[in-house]
């Protein structure tokens, strides 16, 4: 199998997936007024861990804005799909690409919620699984819901790929 094949194929089934769920985030603010994370805020945390090494804020909304934090908050969040699409790919094997099943896609989905559970939203200031924001409860459900849906988008790129 040649190898840009396989990376443009696992590339493009991780930069789907990650496209899905912001469909699914644009698709809730629009008609719920219900917003997304602000990624704006993982490229300050990434620029200001870049120059200063902080890897823990009380607070990332209280940190100084940084420049190109839009650009690099969205840039890092379709490279850490694509990296989760990787890895799934790695665990699975290259086969599931030709033979995908939804039923390891949505567990390998949902197990991507420990990242920011357990990595991101600590190092955001707002504690392990959002236990510092005002509806804890609704950000865990947010979180799984999104993730599942990363998890059901590995499945439908690799279905579109096949076709």
């Known amino acids: 199998m040649n190898i840009f094949i396989v990376s443009f194929d696992v590339i493009f089934i991780g930069v789907i997936a990650t496209l899905i769920i912001d469909i699914y985030s644009f ?13 704006a805020i993982v490229g ?3 620029l200001i861990f870049i120059k200063t090494r902080q890897l ?4 990332i909304q209280l940190a100084p804005l940084q420049n190109l934090e839009i650009f ?7 490279l850490i799909g694509i990296f989760f699409a990787v890895l799934f790919i790695l ?3 290259m086969s599931w690409l030709q033979q995908p099943d939804l039923c390891h896609a949505i567990l390998f989905g949902m197990s991507t919620t420990l990242f920011p559970f357990l990595i991101m939203q600590p190092c955001f200031g707002i504690g ?4 510092k924001t ?3 409860w ?3 459900l947010k979180s799984c819901t999104v993730h599942l849906l990363f998890g059901i988008g590995l499945f439908l790129s690799a279905q579109l790929l096949n076709n």
């Open 27 to 39: 698709l809730l603010n629009k008609y719920f007024k219900i917003p997304s994370l602000n990624y």
């Open 44 to 46: 300050r945390w990434l």
């Open 56 to 59: 823990r804020h009380q607070n």
């Open 72 to 78: 690099i908050g969205w840039m890092t969040h379709y």
């Open 91 to 93: 665990i699975m094997g």
């Open 128 to 131: 392990f699984f959002a236990a």
């Open 134 to 136: 005002t509806h804890p």
């Open 138 to 140: 609704q950000a865990r």
